[in-house]
C-alpha cells in the first residue's frame, strides 16, 4: 500500500484526510498522463454522500485543467464505472466512494482501462505529484481545454447490460431489496422490476447523510425481519457503492459471501462453468466453506483480504468466480470488479434454474462460528508489532489447534486491526477475541 492508496483507492474523511485539493491533483495527473499522444476521456460516477458531489467536481476541474474530457455518470454504482470503463474505450475511471464506510468518509477509486482497479505503479506516480512543492504539469490553454459531458447514458446502458444477463423473468418472485441509502438506489429497482419480479425496496431515499446508516450489507437486521414480514422469496442487501452484495433466505437467515461462493460455485461445476473446478476465496472465508467444497469436489485457492488480491489470482489463473465473506463476488465473464446487482441475478438465476429455495441450496454448508471485533487505533503497524500482541495472537493459536484458527490483521482503508476468532463454538470465540482485544487495549494502542 502507497502513503494515500490502498488496497480499494484513496480513502478517508472528506476534508480532513482526503480533501479537494488531492481530487483536482488527482485529476490533473489522469488528464495529463493518459493525454500524453492523445485527448484523454476519463468517466466519472459517484454515491450519494454529501461530499461526493464536491469531488466530482474538483476532479473534473483537475481533468479538464490538463486538456481531459471528464464524463459525468452522476449517483451509480463502482461496477458500473468499471463496466463503462471497458466496454467504451475511455483511458480510464474514477468512482467517487467510501463504499460501506459512515458518509463523513469518501474515496477515489481509480479504474483503469480493462475495468479494474488501477495498477500500483500508477498510483505511486500519482501520490508523488500530490506530495510534490512545485506543480510542473502543463495547463491546458484555448481549445485544448476540455469539456465537462454528462453521461448519464453509460449508466443507463450497464443497466441493459445487467438486465440481459439473466435467462429467466423473474415473473411470481417476491424479491427484497436494501439499497443501503447508496449507489443502488438509482438502479437496483429498474432491473429487477425489468425482469419481471415483484420488488420490494427499503432504504432507497439517500439525502447525503443517511448511506449505510444501520441499513445494507453491513447491518442486514431490518432486511430479515423485513423478508419475512413480508413472506418474501429473498432479499438482497447491498452496500455504498453496490459492489457487495448480501443474500437473505426466505426463513430471514443471513447468506454472506461465502454460501454465495458455495452456491454459484457449485452450480457453475455442475454446469461445466466453473474453471480449472476451482473457487478463489480469501484467508478470511470460514471452515465450512471448505469442508463443504472439499464433498463437493470443488477445489479453493485463498488469497489476502480484498476484492483486489481475488481477482489478481483469477486473472493469473484463469478462474472464473472469487470473492469475499463480506460479499465482494467476481464472475469474470461479466465483470472484472465485485457487483451487487450481478450476484443478486446470478443467485436468482441458481435458484430459478434448480428450482430450489435459498435454504435449500445452502444447507450442505455448516458454517463454522467468528467472532470479529474492529480495534480502532492510533498505529496500525505498531499495534500488529507489538510483542505482547503478538504472543497473545499465539497463545490463543496454540490453544485452538486444529479444532479452528485466530487471525489479526491490518485494515487496508481505515485505523484499525481486525481480530478474527473461528471456532466450533461461539463462546470459545468471545473469549479469544477478547483476550487479544483486552492486550491491545492495555498497552495503549486503541485511539
Do not use: W
Not at 437473505?248 to 458455495?262: A, P
Not at 470479529?372 to 500482541?389: F, G, H, M, P, T
Amino acid at each position: 500500500m502507497g502513503k494515500y492508496f490502498g488496497t480499494d483507492g484513496f480513502r478517508g474523511e472528506a476534508n480532513v484526510d482526503l480533501n479537494v485539493e488531492h481530487a483536482f491533483k488527482v485529476g490533473r495527473f489522469l488528464g495529463y498522463y493518459f493525454g500524453k499522444d492523445h485527448q484523454a476521456n476519463v468517466v466519472i460516477g459517484k454515491d450519494t454522500r454529501r461530499s461526493s458531489y464536491m469531488f466530482e467536481y474538483a476532479l473534473a476541474a483537475g481533468l479538464t485543467a490538463s486538456g481531459a474530457n471528464a464524463y459525468l455518470l452522476h449517483v451509480t454504482t463502482t461496477p458500473s464505472v468499471s463496466y463503462v470503463v471497458r466496454t467504451e474505450n475511455f483511458d480510464c475511471g474514477v468512482m467517487i466512494s467510501a463504499s460501506h464506510n459512515p458518509f463523513y468518509d469518501n474515496g477515489l477509486k481509480v479504474i483503469n482501462a480493462q475495468g479494474h482497479k488501477m495498477e500500483a505503479e500508477v498510483e505511486a506516480l500519482i501520490e508523488a505529484y500530490i506530495d510534490s512543492e512545485e506543480d510542473t504539469l502543463p495547463l491546458a490553454k484555448r481549445e485544448h481545454i476540455g469539456r465537462t459531458v454528462d453521461y448519464a447514458m453509460g449508466r443507463n446502458r450497464y443497466i441493459g447490460y445487467l438486465i440481459s444477463i439473466a435467462t429467466r423473468s423473474y415473473k411470481g418472485k417476491k424479491v427484497g431489496l436494501d439499497c443501503a441509502n447508496g449507489s443502488a438506489s438509482a438502479i437496483a429497482k429498474s432491473v429487477f422490476d425489468a425482469l419481471g419480479a415483484k420488488t420490494y425496496v427499503i432504504h432507497a431515499q439517500p439525502d447525503g447523510t443517511n448511506i449505510n446508516l444501520n441499513c445494507g450489507s453491513t447491518h442486514i437486521d431490518e432486511l430479515k425481519r423485513y423478508v419475512v414480514e413480508n413472506g418474501l422469496d429473498v432479499g438482497f442487501a447491498f452496500d455504498g457503492d453496490a459492489d457487495r452484495c448480501i443474500a437473505v433466505d426466505e426463513n430471514g437467515r443471513e447468506i454472506n459471501g461465502d454460501l454465495i461462493l458455495y452456491i454459484c460455485g457449485k452450480y457453475m461445476k455442475e454446469n461445466g462453468t466453473l474453471a480449472n473446478n476451482t473457487i478463489v476465496t480469501t484467508i478470511m472465508s470460514n471452515f465450512g466453506l471448505y469442508l463443504a467444497l472439499d464433498e463437493a469436489g470443488i477445489s479453493y485457492e485463498k488469497t489476502a483480504v480484498g476484492d483486489k488480491y481475488v481477482y489478481e489470482n483469477m486473472v493469473k489463473n484463469g478462474h472464473m468466480i472469487g470473492g469475499e465473506q463480506s460479499g465482494h463476488i467476481i464472475f469474470s465473464k461479466h465483470a472484472r470488479t465485485g457487483d451487487g446487482i450481478l450476484t443478486a441475478i446470478m443467485i436468482m438465476e441458481v435458484m430459478l434454474e434448480k428450482k430450489m429455495t435459498l435454504s435449500e441450496l445452502t444447507k450442505p454448508v455448516e458454517i463454522y462460528p467468528q467472532k470479529l471485533v474492529n480495534v480502532r487505533v492510533k498505529d496500525k503497524a505498531a499495534a500488529r508489532a507489538d510483542e505482547d500482541v503478538i504472543k497473545a495472537i499465539d497463545e490463543v493459536s496454540g490453544k485452538l489447534g486444529n479444532t479452528g484458527r485466530i487471525l489479526v490483521r491490518e485494515s487496508g482503508t481505515e485505523p484499525v486491526i481486525r481480530v478474527m476468532v473461528e471456532a466450533k463454538e461461539d463462546n470459545i470465540c468471545e473469549q479469544y477475541v477478547n483476550q487479544v482485544v483486552d492486550i491491545i487495549r492495555e498497552k495503549g494502542h486503541m485511539a
